[in-house]
């Protein structure tokens, strides 16, 4: 066999191999913390972090959520400015007395809220007490839930608490002129997100508080005062709720 035989062999032979796919060999032991972090849960929340009296104390989540909201349920406890803090899933705060202080926190992850954490700030050497009491709506809506009928009343609380945050941003917006469009909107709303007719205790407490505002006339007028109260009637409605459910 000639040389110049074998190196046209040698040349066809290389550029065959060069063509072909990388075949890579196979891992035998993939990578699961995407998995474990899944599997952990869409918010993860410590269940206490400590200070003494005037420190600051940071309160930090882990979670795929866009925005982490807190919510300080006992008096006492001053959060530190959140625009200054270049994330949204920490906050900072300081107490000047000694004591436990709860934080509600919750967030949402693919348009769902997650359900609702509450972590303890013990501030100094404060020896374990009694929880302190709900607050007075968050506990008449725990007492309304145990007596809705659902057995998915929970879920359903959950879900209803996003239609609260929907209305408080639906109160402040122009486009409804008066009470009756208002209501007609944030209606249409929960019953598409809710199905009708769900949680009648709750949700008929949450229209007597409304009406106290704006009365029986739906022509009255939304004006930037009466927005401000309904506003913040639906806020604590659904902070009020996330606390129930929480407990």
């Known amino acids: 066999m000639s040389k110049l035989f074998m190196e046209i062999v040698f040349v066809v032979m290389a550029t065959f191999l060069a063509d072909q796919p990388e075949v890579r060999p196979v891992n035998k032991s993939p990578d699961m913390s995407a998995l474990v972090k899944l599997k952990s849960g869409a918010l993860v929340v410590p269940a206490e972090v400590q200070g003494e009296p005037g420190e600051f104390v940071?309160?930090?989540?882990?979670?795929?959520?866009?925005?982490?909201?807190?919510?300080?349920?006992?008096?006492?406890?001053?959060?530190?400015?959140?625009?200054?803090?270049n994330t949204s899933k920490a906050a900072v705060y300081t107490a000047a007395k000694s004591g436990k202080y709860r934080v509600?926190?919750?967030?949402?992850?693919?348009?769902?809220?997650?359900?609702?954490?509450?972590?303890?700030?013990?501030?100094?050497?404060?020896?374990p007490g009694p929880a302190p009491d709900l607050p007075p709506l968050a506990k008449r809506f725990k007492e309304l839930l145990q007596m809705e009928q659902q057995a998915d009343k929970y879920p359903k609380a959950k879900l209803l608490v996003t239609c609260m945050e929907t209305a408080a941003e639906m109160a402040n917006n122009p486009q409804y002129k008066n009470a009756g469009e208002l209501?007609?909107?944030?209606?249409?709303?929960?019953?598409?997100?809710?199905?009708?007719?769900?949680?009648?205790?709750?949700?008929?407490?949450?229209?007597?508080?409304?009406?106290?505002?704006?009365g029986d006339n739906p022509e009255t007028l939304l004006t930037a005062e009466v927005r401000g109260m309904l506003n913040t009637i639906y806020s604590k409605s659904a902070i009020a709720l996330k606390l129930a459910i929480a407990e």
């Open 183 to 214: 209501e007609s909107a944030i209606r249409t709303a929960t019953v598409a997100k809710m199905g009708q007719g769900q949680l009648p205790l709750v949700g008929k407490a949450i229209g007597e508080t409304v009406a106290n505002v704006v």
């Open 104 to 127: 509600l926190i919750y967030t949402a992850v693919n348009d769902e809220p997650t359900d609702p954490q509450i972590c303890v700030v013990t501030i100094g050497n404060h020896e």
């Open 58 to 85: 940071v309160i930090a989540t882990e979670t795929t959520g866009k925005k982490v909201v807190f919510y300080a349920i006992d008096p006492g406890l001053k959060r530190f400015p959140p625009e200054l803090l």
